[in-house]
């Protein structure tokens, strides 16, 4: 969901707030093919990736490009609106019950180190790492990723050296979307599910891309790494509950301390 967040702010600089519902959305179809089809929750990813970059793509086309270029407060509003939408549908269609998926690989141990680890935890930190891997390869070694970080870079000299910027844009908001849609697909492993899901999520994200860099996908892995050490040690010397209290903190700090992030504040060093 973070790396979703960064590539949307790094190339067409708004904040999508529309994130948490398609992440609340991307879990829900992930339970949805498996209750209704008994498709496989580890296959849903191939369904829910190309579907939300589709819906992703024509949420720009139709709705993020009348607003591109006006003042932040106006794509805040409307992706907000947005969020409001998807999440009022999810209560039409599916209730405000809570769905889980329950098979032997959502329940499945392992023993490694003398610690039992749940496979589900370990699959989706494996997950994590390999979309990190393969987005970065993408924005760096292929054409259109180069053309997706010139354009992030300046949208005018793209235009000059003949990118098509305005396709750049539905094709990273359309990634955007969809990673959320994939981040919820595999939370559904994790989490029961009701339409409220990914709410508290969705802060987390924002401090994670704050933490790293708002246009860093590597700094939203520095970050995510961060904020989990910080809130597995955290836990220790403070009650369960007040776990989201770090995120928040961490937020308020890093804004005082490191508004650049991780990795603006150690390229600014660097060219210091």
Do not use: H
Not at 82 to 104: F, H, K, M, P
Not at 167 to 190: D, Q
């Amino acid at each position: 969901m973070s790396y979703g967040l960064a590539l949307v702010y790094g190339v067409l600089k708004i904040i999508n707030l529309a994130n948490a519902g398609f992440l609340m959305l991307g879990a829900y179809v992930t339970w949805w093919l498996f209750a209704t089809f008994g498709v496989d929750p580890l296959l849903a990813p191939l369904v829910v990736i190309p579907l939300f970059f589709a819906i992703g793509w024509a949420l720009e086309r139709t709705l993020v490009r009348r607003v591109l270029g006006a003042e932040p407060i106006i794509s805040l509003l409307l992706l907000f609106g947005v969020w409001l939408v998807v999440q009022s549908l999810a209560y039409v269609i599916w209730t405000g019950d809570s769905r889980s998926i329950e098979n032997g690989f959502v329940e499945a141990t392992v023993k490694i180190a003398g610690m039992q680890l749940a496979v589900p935890r370990i699959y989706v930190f494996v997950m994590s790492a390999v979309t990190i891997a393969a987005l970065q390869l993408f924005l760096t070694r292929t054409q259109l990723g180069r053309a997706i970080r010139a354009t992030a870079q300046d949208r005018d000299a793209a235009r000059m050296v003949g990118i098509d910027v305005d396709r750049v844009y539905g094709i990273a908001f359309g990634l955007g979307i969809a990673l959320a849609g994939f981040g919820g697909s595999l939370l559904s492993l994790l989490f029961s599910i009701t339409p409220d899901f990914g709410r508290s999520l969705s802060l987390k994200s924002f401090c994670i891309v704050v933490l790293g860099g708002l246009d860093s996908i590597v700094g939203v892995a520095f970050g995510a790494i961060s904020l989990a050490l910080a809130e597995a040690f955290g836990v220790r010397y403070m009650p369960a509950s007040l776990q989201n209290l770090i995120s928040f903190v961490v937020l308020v700090v890093v804004l005082v301390a490191l508004p650049k992030g991780i990795v603006g504040t150690l390229r600014a060093l660097r060219r210091g």
